[in-house]
């Protein structure tokens, strides 16, 4: 069955510290939206900043241009 809806949309910190490798998380960050902290309205605000990593945010980026990056560089 072919799915053609986002189902992924987040990498954080790690993830992209392992797609370093792969030599790609600049092209990733020039296309996606970095969020510094979660705040949920309610019951906690977590803050990304303190974390020991390159990339102290999450990295709100949709599925198909991952996708695409992916493909481009392998």
Do not use: C, W
């Amino acid at each position: 069955m072919k799915v053609n809806t986002s189902r992924a949309i987040v990498f954080h910190a790690h993830t992209l510290e392992v797609l370093e490798e792969l030599e790609i998380p600049d092209q990733l960050r020039t296309k996606g939206l970095r969020r510094a902290g979660i705040y949920d309205g309610v019951l906690a605000v977590i803050h990304f900043m303190e974390l020991p990593s390159h990339y102290p945010f999450t990295l709100i980026i949709p599925q198909n241009v991952t996708e695409a990056i992916l493909l481009a560089r392998l």
